[in-house]
């Protein structure tokens, strides 16, 4: 199977999207493009921190 990738892989650690997570949640942040209000976020929060983390990590972050 022939994968093109979709961008490159980026150096981020869980610590920081946690403290981009409490950056967001201080300023009462917005839903983001999805809809998805700060507090559905929050009902699934360690997962959805997760999904973020390894998302970007891996490069794939804002490709479908």
């Known amino acids: 199977m022939d994968r093109k990738s979709h961008g490159k892989p980026f150096a981020i650690s869980k610590q920081e999207v946690w403290e981009a ?5 201080a300023n009462k ?3 983001g493009v999805d809809g998805v209000t700060l507090g559905e976020f929050e009902k699934d929060l ?3 921190l997760y999904k973020i983390y390894n998302r970007l990590a891996s490069g794939s972050y804002g490709h479908n």
């Open 21 to 25: 997570y409490r950056k967001v949640k």
């Open 29 to 31: 942040g917005a839903p």
């Open 46 to 48: 360690r997962n959805n």
